[in-house]
């Protein structure tokens, strides 16, 4: 009997589900339709069209590399975030959805300061994919940004995505661990850095740890190596209008504002991720103690 979308669909729910995935149905679906270039919608309307016999090996083997736990967008290579079509490589973090509030939080701050001045500069600091960068500048179009990363996968990886959502002229990147061969000062410093405590790595899900490059999420001993580093030069490349916005660890929001507040910055806004934890941090200076100096 030929191989319909529907039976592919069944075969690999239940392969997934035998692998002991609670996400099953909607992973077998996401690869399905990713493979296909379908939308969700259409696995519903079109279940009875045949699949070729080359589509079906296609999807057998996305499925067996599900089944071993690689996340599904690794997979598909490329995932959406911010409504862009964002591609993955081997030394980039997968964009998370929760990651989306730091674009948020920022993108009023991007306005204000583009309209007042005319531009916007935004450095965003261990790029990775480019995403949070190319988010903004979508959503900003006098805003220009630069994205650092010490991965030199990672940069051509965020050129790349430059290039495909169409912000390539107004994107440049440098290889750079945080500010260190960054020169000059910005409007808006952004970076969603690793802060995993090296000795919560190896307890992650295996999607996480076998697949996300360590790199990005191992924050040092206490988590917050990234963030001494930032804090301590964020002074010299901060316009006096500007802000500082940071994803950070669901428990490491004394500790992070400690560590900007030493550094003679102040909180403006925090943000919560979709499971209610702390997640977003947004800094400025703190006016009235640079002017007691
Ligand atoms: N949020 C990521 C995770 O949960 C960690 C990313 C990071 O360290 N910046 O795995």
Redesign the pocket.
Known sequence: MAQTLDSLLAESRDRLKAAGLESAGLDARHLISGLLDLALAALLTRGREPISDEDAARIRAAVERRAAHEPVYRILGEREFFGLKLKLSKET?EP?P?TEILVDCLIPHARRIASSKGSCRIVDLGTGTGAICLALLAAVLDARGLGTDISEDALATALENARRNGLAERFGTVRSKWFEAVDGRFDIIVS?????RSNVIPE?EPE?RYH?PVA??D?GEDGLDAYRAIASHAGRHLETDGVIGL?IGFDQKRAVTALFEAQGFRLLSAAKDLGGNDRVLVFQQDIERSNNR
């Open positions: 973090l998370r929760d969603n850095p690793p802060y995993i992650l996480v996300d990005a999420l924050g994803e």
